[in-house]
């Protein structure tokens, strides 16, 4: 078990530009999540999947931002055309068979600056 | 809409003080409460995960209840030490949204 693995750990970039975050969850669990930190606040749900469906979507997910899981294994989260608004910390979790009661794991998060 | 609130904001206790931390929910129909650790510019650590069915869980120095009826949980740390500095998270999955809601946390300084 090598935990929850995000690529990369930080990025920057300049408004306008396109990226794109990976991924890796604990390799049994089913459930993938993806969360926005911004300093001072606790994290926010952006989207989740179950194995390769993405079954809920925040309306914090705007147009600009896709999430996908193919073959319901690591999961890429893209933002187009970054905003200054985008800067968080963007962090995936992952759990096992059962929404409801299992515990989340989180990886280290990716770090996103947009100038 | 699920509101979740720690209280304080912040708190600085010198080593060995026991001390508790405190969450509040607005929706009462969760299906658990779970506490994290996170230290800077990291990710979030799992520290206990209370079912709606019980009433508190420990590990180590660690101790969390919760008590549905009132919304609240608490989370206990014995004998602090410097290593127990970071910022604490209380969560809760369920009620009017389903995902886990996060509240801003309790940023913790344990003074050697």
């Known amino acids: 078990d090598t935990g929850v693995s995000q690529d990369p750990r930080h990025k920057i970039t300049k408004r306008g530009q396109n990226v794109t975050f990976r991924c890796d969850p604990i390799?049994?669990?089913?459930?993938l999540y993806w969360y926005r930190q911004t300093l001072g606040q606790g994290p926010e749900f952006l989207t989740y999947?179950?194995?390769?469906?993405?079954?809920?979507k925040s309306r914090l997910l705007s147009d600009r931002f896709s999430a996908e899981r193919p073959k319901g294994s690591f999961s890429t989260l893209e933002i187009q055309r970054t905003e200054q608004g985008d800067s968080a910390m963007y962090l995936c979790a992952s759990s096992g068979r059962q929404k409801t009661l299992e515990k989340l794991f989180f990886g280290s998060g990716t770090q996103l600056s947009v100038l | 809409k699920q509101e979740v609130t720690q209280i304080p904001a912040a708190l600085s206790v010198p080593e060995g003080e026991n001390l508790v931390l405190n969450c509040s929910f607005t929706d009462s129909a969760i299906y658990n409460l779970q506490w994290f650790r996170q230290d800077p510019g990291k990710g979030l650590t799992s520290l206990l995960l209370i079912q709606s069915s019980q009433r508190e869980q420990t590990s180590g120095r660690l101790n969390a209840s919760l008590d549905k009826s009132s919304g609240r949980s608490t989370l206990y740390i014995a004998a602090s030490q410097p290593g127990d500095s970071a910022t604490y998270l209380c969560a809760v999955y369920g009620g009017s949204q389903g995902n886990l809601i996060f509240g801003k946390g309790t940023k913790l300084s344990v003074k050697p």
């Open positions: 390799s049994e669990h089913n459930r």
């Open positions: 999947f179950q194995n390769e469906a993405q079954l809920e």
